[in-house]
């Protein structure tokens, strides 16, 4: 079975950009969670995905949103970008009640 | 909101040697994973605690969950140079509605 896939694995941007991360679950999850990891704030909780909803939500502001797409695909987007937006950005796919399978992650430097 | 306190921050350990990691939750614990991460990459899934009591073991790992003390404790045996990383162990907060919540993360260094 594939793993979570997270594209694309490393991306430079410049403030004020935006940016789409894409991640793609392990086969027959339909949850994928987001998380921002920096070696200040360690890993942060984003947002949650479960059936093209969002189910939960974290402490970020609004230019960070996502949507998940019927083959339970999601995208991360993030508008306005910040230089405290650098950071490992993870994905992880689940089932219901269980583990999170995350992804190698997206590093994303703004300059 | 929950909080993990992880202990130690680093660690540096002669191979061959045990070690302990540590994790204390502010809140109780309902549910305990742990995870491994090599340095800028994604998670690797070590194990998960649900009950008090509860101990799992895989090749030379061993996680416990004491659900009075709120506490988790992941123990290697006979470290190898496979062991390093990161350690990073996580809980659902908010009975899940707030993600995972995790500690900052145990660096483990292992010494030929």
């Known amino acids: 079975k594939a793993g979570v896939t997270q594209t694309p694995r490393y991306l430079i941007k410049t403030r004020g950009q935006q940016v789409t991360l894409s991640c793609s679950p392990i086969?027959?999850?339909?949850?994928v969670s987001w998380y921002q990891q920096t070696p200040g704030q360690g890993l942060q909780f984003l947002f949650e995905?479960?059936?093209?909803?969002?189910?939960n939500k974290g402490n970020f502001p609004g230019r960070f949103s996502g949507r998940q797409f019927s083959n339970s695909r999601s995208e991360m987007n993030v508008s306005t970008l910040e230089l405290g937006d650098s950071a490992l950005y993870l994905c992880?796919?689940?089932?219901?009640?269980?583990?999170?399978?995350f992804g190698p992650g997206t590093r994303l430097t703004v300059l | 909101s929950q909080e993990l306190e992880q202990s130690p921050q680093s660690l540096i350990v002669q191979e061959g040697k045990n070690l302990t990691i540590n994790c204390t939750s502010s809140?109780?614990?309902?549910?305990l994973y742990w995870y491994k991460q090599k340095y800028g990459e994604g998670l690797i899934f070590l194990m998960m605690?649900?009950?008090?009591?509860e101990e799992k073991s895989h090749e030379k790992i061993t996680a416990k969950l004491d659900e009075k003390k709120q506490q988790s404790s992941l123990h290697i045996t006979a470290s190898q140079p496979s062991h390093a990383g990161i350690y990073l162990c996580?809980?659902?907060?908010?009975?899940?509605?707030?993600?995972?919540?995790f500690g900052k993360g145990t660096h483990l260094i292992i010494q030929p």
């Open positions: 996580g809980a659902l907060s908010g009975g899940g509605a707030d993600g995972l919540t």
């Open positions: 809140k109780t614990l309902y549910g």
């Open positions: 995905y479960f059936s093209e909803t969002q189910r």
């Open positions: 605690l649900q009950k008090g009591g």
């Open positions: 992880a796919s689940s089932l219901p009640s269980d583990e999170q399978f």
């Open positions: 086969s027959g999850h339909r949850s």
